[in-house]
């Protein structure tokens, strides 16, 4: 019944999500189906979704209902699959009647025979937790393809009290070594591999009983197709000296961290049932500088967490300033049920969040402004992922950049190619991208 049936993906979420997705468009591929960016030929449409905010949710209950429509064209299914079922099936599934098959996290394998049986019974098909969390190698990039994210471990330990995480993935589980070194080959040349889990830095401590992260480094950096790495969600707490030499000693690891903090006033922290404290956050921060030269880091803050106070609000403003990071994301709390801050009072008003989010990016301009404004004049590294038509130039990105969430340089080149890296030379710079232009560049710059 599933012979010749065109499929298509939307993947929403982070690059965690992402990756899933890739090995869920392999598996189709892999058993000969084809694959189609265009939802209006597409017989079969899969809804890979975030369940991790309220704003995702509703994004994805959106979505659906936005595919749905194309059941008055060629699609025949409609498949919702990853977080939002995994952990809200119960209040799903007769709602969403939209949706012809659910499946959850871990069970992509089992997507087949769903479809299967919903083409032979004519019903709607409930798959979650149906699947195992088997290993898979498959995947089809749809990251440019000089970059690729690396998902070496899923689900969460730490229990952050306004997050849903652990009780939609579960608890923390690394993946086997040997084989994220043989999926890291199958990837080809590959310009700039990222690696992304909830928490890198605690890889391999339930799989082999000690922490195996620089191992894995080691071992990936050995790797004749893999030409640089870069680190995203390092948690403080267990960012080692091993760590910070091998990022120090190892060329191929970019000297680039994303940290999430998420707080920065002690009180909060513990009331996030976070594991540093703002003291500890600006040592960790001096220490890396000192060891790794122009080590670039960047984070994410929470702000309007229940009882934060003005005076606790201000202390985050004043870090932000002091901790000079190169680049932040700020976030409003939101109220999650099922969290451990869902029921602490007083919450804070959506308003004052809002406020109080807007004050923090202000900030961080700021200091971004700062210290982007100290490469004007000087020579930059920098990795094309394209060009910009809008500005009439190539655009791509300096060692402490990683895709889509933090700034870019534009530069003008006589020539440039994708995944290709050049000297830039900085012309100017505002509080979040860099302008330059190639030594061979001969036309007029636009500044």
Avoid: W
């Amino acid at each position: 019944m599933l012979s010749n049936k065109i499929f298509g993906v939307i993947s929403l979420g982070c690059d965690k999500n992402r990756v899933d997705s890739e090995k869920l468009l392999g598996l189709i591929k892999e058993r000969g189906y084809t694959l189609t960016d265009d939802l209006t030929k597409a017989q079969i449409v899969i809804v890979n979704t975030c369940a991790f905010l309220q704003s995702a949710r509703e994004e994805a209950i959106e979505t659906v209902f936005e595919c749905a429509e194309y059941k008055q064209g060629k699609l025949e299914k409609l498949v919702v699959t990853g977080c939002l079922p995994q952990k809200f099936i119960d209040e799903l599934y007769q709602p969403l009647q939209e949706a012809d098959i659910f499946l959850g996290i871990n069970d992509y394998e089992k997507i087949f025979e769903a479809l299967e049986k919903s083409y032979q019974d004519n019903e709607r098909q409930n798959y979650v937790g149906k699947g195992k969390d088997g290993y898979i190698h498959s995947r089809v990039l749809t990251t440019a393809e000089h970059f690729a994210y690396l998902k070496i471990a899923d689900g969460c330990y730490n229990h952050c009290t306004y997050c849903l995480i652990p009780k939609i993935r579960g608890k923390y589980r690394s993946y086997p070594m040997e084989e994220l070194l043989k999926e890291a080959e199958n990837l080809g040349d590959t310009a700039e591999l990222i690696l992304v889990a909830q928490d890198t830095t605690r890889y391999g401590e339930d799989l082999y009983g000690k922490n195996s992260f620089v191992e894995l480094l080691q071992k990936l950096s050995a790797l004749g197709n893999i030409h640089k790495i870069r680190l995203l969600y390092c948690y403080p707490d267990v960012i080692t000296d091993e760590l910070i030499d091998e990022i120090a000693n190892n060329p191929k690891i970019i000297k680039y961290m994303d940290i999430p903090l998420q707080h920065s006033e002690n009180r909060v922290l513990k009331l996030m049932n976070r594991k540093g404290t703002r003291e500890g956050y600006l040592q960790l921060f001096k220490k890396l500088r000192q060891r790794v030269p122009g080590m670039a880091i960047r984070s994410t803050f929470i702000s309007g967490f229940p009882t934060e106070t003005e005076a606790e609000f201000e202390g985050m403003l004043q870090f932000v300033r002091e901790a000079k990071l190169f680049n932040c994301g700020f976030f409003a709390y939101s109220k999650e049920p099922d969290t451990g801050a869902y029921r602490i009072k007083p919450q804070i008003h959506h308003a004052t969040k809002k406020r109080r989010v807007r004050a923090l990016y202000e900030a961080q301009a700021e200091v971004s402004a700062n210290i982007l404004s100290g490469f004007v004049g000087k020579e930059l590294e920098v990795i094309c992922d394209g060009i910009d038509y809008e500005k009439g130039c190539f655009v791509g990105r300096a060692y402490f950049s990683a895709p889509d969430i933090d700034g870019k340089v534009y530069f003008y080149a006589g020539e440039a190619m994708q995944g290709e890296t050049y000297t830039v030379l900085i012309d100017r710079a505002d509080c979040y991208d860099l302008y330059g232009h190639t030594e061979d560049y001969e036309g007029e710059i636009e500044l």
